[in-house]
């Protein structure tokens, strides 16, 4: 699923729950997969892979909020156990941004 801006914020999330169990398999995806950096790389980030309605407007609740932040911390504990021992000073982080959700990484 990629990360869509709503043209409407109005628009009620259809199925939250469907979305929220996508999280758990992208958090997941990270469990035996750490990423490769070249050594021109300074950071790797990724976002939180969702839609903005889902975190934030009218319709997002504190309830699916937290959902997301937890399976992002999640994701980010994936990526510190999986972490090669020779990378052992490389700072794994979850940025989580509130009120405005969809910028979290």
């Known amino acids: ?5 709503s043209r409407d914020s109005r628009k009620k999330i259809r199925n939250p729950q469907r979305r929220i169990r996508f999280l758990d398999l992208w958090a997941a995806s990270f469990m035996h997969d750490y990423p490769h950096l070249d050594q021109n790389e300074r950071y790797w980030n990724v976002k939180i ?6 975190v934030q407007g009218k319709y997002s609740t504190n309830t699916l ?31 989580i941004c509130l009120p405005d959700m969809f910028c979290s990484e």
């Open 1 to 5: 699923m990629a990360r869509k801006l």
């Open 49 to 54: 892979p969702v839609e903005a309605n889902l």
């Open 65 to 95: 909020k937290a959902q997301c932040a937890q399976r992002l911390i999640n994701a980010c504990a994936h990526l510190i156990n999986s972490q090669p021992e020779e990378l052992s000073q490389v700072r794994t982080t979850a940025v």
